[in-house]
């Protein structure tokens, strides 16, 4: 063997999986020498390895490098004269780096803590970093820990993101990334308000809601178990498509024909996979108002006079709206002339009285409410008869007692209510003895109580639920009956329906009234020793 190797081979870094070529050309011979590898002192088959493979002149290469192909390695040659052999070279089989857990997709809510896994092997141990797609990492909210472990406090939605795990070595990079979706729970931009809403008309109930992901928006009434879901159309209209009560795609309920059915509490739910909220709102359907027939404030009398004298035939009525006062006698109105004359107040004035003026005068009140009657019998008499001498004196309007004021409504239920009011201001000529009630019943006209009530109060019995009711009152004395009061507020017996327990649309919106304001009033608290205070309040 003549000269050294033409070329030697050299200390190799291959990375596992790879292939490695050790460069070996051996010297010149005669006879031209072969070539053999040793690894770690063995002998290299490479005639029974698939892996293993002498090419050229004598660079061994090395398919699919293992750990276990790591060590020395030294190129003889030989022949029959001798042989020669390389220094021993190293060479090195790193491992690429690889991810033994790696992070996952992850959807959490905000001010939640959030890890992304980011565990690997190598060889040599690779260096571990972490970096966000968009941006830096959340700024004094971030912990790598010593696992490599990414960790996020008090996430928020701006920190959504791709994270990427990066590790690194001599041989190699590997990179693994997950998403980061922070979910908000529902919140409401508009919340439902109480609508007030008479029957026939429509009404809307807004409701609108923000969130991620985006909350669906469903309504329900009280104590009714079937959701409305928000449709994407408009009802066409059609047989089919008629819906009363539906849910436009923005949230909102609407009715399009209020009945009082439909009054009560309606509830709007934000559902999402981050959470749900609920909010409230009241539909008020008031009873509508039945306005009575006109009632006779002051009622003519039966009235006896003289020829030539002058006859007043008081009528007052009142009522809503304000009604007409005409009178008629057996049927026949009156043309006004000198004789007859209809005050402003509705008092028919008869003046220069004859005898064929006697009979039944009829008074009239009629309104948009309904039409009363009242009749008043007038009698004539000779000014030199008898019957003129025994006249008993007209009461003087001053002897009565003045109106008392409108019924109130103390309690009630479905078929009674209880009324109260106060007593005149004046009480006339003489001590109020009794009162007398006249009751409307939601139709026909009014009807009086037969009885001489002695106190300030009433209870109406055997009414029929769920009907309006109104009153007056007049209180009477030895000289007479007093100007009716003014007619009462409505007064509604109760549905028998509400005897269940649960409170009344109408008591519930007074409660909540009250309750809006503060009922107490809390005082500076007074300190008594290091352990306890007074609290007082009035």
């Known amino acids: 063997l003549r000269d050294d190797f033409r070329a030697s081979p050299a200390d190799t870094v291959v990375a596992a999986g790879e292939t490695a070529l050790l460069e070996c050309v051996?010297?010149?011979?005669?006879?031209?020498?072969?070539?053999?590898?040793?690894?770690?002192?063995?002998?290299?088959?490479?005639?029974?390895?698939?892996r293993h493979e002498v090419v050229d002149e004598g660079t061994l290469v090395v398919k699919h490098v293992q750990q276990n192909d790591g060590g020395q390695y030294t190129c003889e040659a030989w022949n029959l004269a001798?042989?020669?052999?390389?220094?021993?070279?190293?060479?090195?089989v790193h491992i690429r780096p690889t991810f033994l857990r790696g992070p996952k997709d992850t959807v959490t809510l905000t001010e939640q803590t959030?890890?992304?896994?980011?565990?690997?092997?190598?060889?040599?141990?690779?260096?571990?970093?972490?970096?966000?797609?968009?941006g830096p990492l959340p700024e004094h909210r971030t912990v790598i820990l010593d696992d490599h472990t990414l960790r996020i406090q008090r996430?928020?939605?701006?920190?959504?993101?791709?994270?990427?795990?990066?590790?690194?070595?001599?041989?190699?990079?590997?990179?693994?990334?997950?998403?980061?979706?922070?979910?908000t729970t529902p919140e409401f931009l508009v919340r439902p308000q109480d609508v007030r809403a008479s029957a026939g008309s429509s009404a809307a109930f807004e409701c609108l809601a923000v969130g991620r992901p985006p909350p669906l928006v469903v309504w329900s009434r009280q104590d009714d178990h079937n959701?409305?879901?928000?449709?994407?159309?408009?009802?066409?209209?059609?047989?089919?498509?008629?819906?009363?009560?539906?849910?436009?795609?923005?949230?909102?309920?609407?009715?399009?024909?209020?009945n009082r059915d439909l009054g009560?509490?309606?509830?709007?739910?934000?559902?999402?996979?981050?959470?749900?909220?609920?909010?409230?709102?009241?539909?008020?359907?008031?009873?509508?108002?039945?306005h009575p027939p006109p009632i006779f404030a002051i009622q003519p009398r039966n009235l006896t006079v003289t020829t030539g004298s002058v006859a007043l035939l008081v009528c007052q009525a009142a009522g809503d709206?304000?009604?007409?006062?005409?009178?008629?006698?057996?049927?026949?109105?009156?043309?006004?002339?000198?004789?007859?004359?209809?005050?402003?107040?509705?008092?028919?004035?008869?003046?220069?009285?004859q005898l064929g003026d006697a009979g039944i005068y009829t008074c009239t009140a009629r309104s948009e409410a309904g039409t009363s009657n009242v009749t008043s019998v007038l009698e004539v008499v000779d000014p030199d008869s008898a019957a003129a001498r025994n006249l008993a004196p007209t009461a003087d309007p001053i002897d009565l007692p003045g109106p008392p004021k409108a019924p109130k409504l103390r309690s009630h239920n479905a078929t009674a209510i209880t009324l109260y009011w106060a007593p005149p201001q004046t009480e006339g000529a003489s001590p109020i003895t009794s009162y007398v009630l006249e009751v409307w019943s939601g139709g026909g006209k009014w009807q009086p109580i037969e009885d001489h009530i002695p106190a300030e109060s009433y209870t109406l019995t055997g009414l029929r639920p769920y009907t309006q009711y109104r009153a007056v009152v007049r209180a009477m004395?030895?000289?007479?009956?007093?100007?009716?009061?003014?007619?009462?507020?409505?007064?509604?017996?109760?549905?028998?329906?509400?005897?269940?327990?649960?409170?009344?649309?109408?008591?519930?919106?007074?409660?909540?009234?009250?309750?809006s304001q503060p009922l107490i009033t809390l005082l500076n608290p007074i300190p008594l020793s290091s352990t306890s205070l007074k609290v007082l309040w009035k």
């Open 26 to 50: 051996p010297p010149r011979g005669h006879p031209e020498p072969l070539v053999r590898w040793r690894h770690n002192g063995q002998v290299i088959k490479v005639r029974e390895s698939h």
């Open 264 to 290: 009560g509490w309606y509830s709007c739910a934000a559902v999402s996979a981050a959470g749900s909220l609920v909010a409230r709102a009241m539909l008020d359907v008031p009873i509508p108002t039945l």
């Open 82 to 92: 001798g042989s020669k052999t390389t220094h021993p070279i190293n060479l090195y």
């Open 114 to 134: 959030v890890e992304f896994e980011c565990q690997v092997s190598g060889d040599p141990t690779p260096q571990v970093s972490w970096r966000r797609l968009r």
């Open 227 to 258: 959701l409305l879901l928000p449709r994407q159309d408009t009802p066409s209209g059609e047989p089919d498509d008629r819906p009363n009560v539906w849910v436009n795609a923005e949230g909102t309920l609407i009715i399009n024909q209020v």
């Open 155 to 183: 996430v928020s939605p701006s920190d959504e993101d791709t994270y990427v795990c990066e590790a690194v070595n001599v041989v190699g990079t590997a990179r693994t990334n997950a998403t980061l979706t922070v979910y």
């Open 477 to 515: 004395n030895m000289h007479g009956v007093s100007p009716a009061s003014a007619i009462s507020e409505p007064l509604m017996t109760e549905d028998r329906r509400e005897g269940n327990g649960e409170m009344r649309v109408e008591d519930e919106i007074r409660v909540r009234a009250i309750l």
């Open 321 to 353: 709206p304000q009604p007409r006062v005409t009178w008629t006698m057996k049927g026949n109105s009156f043309s006004e002339d000198t004789r007859f004359v209809l005050l402003g107040s509705g008092t028919l004035q008869i003046n220069d009285v």
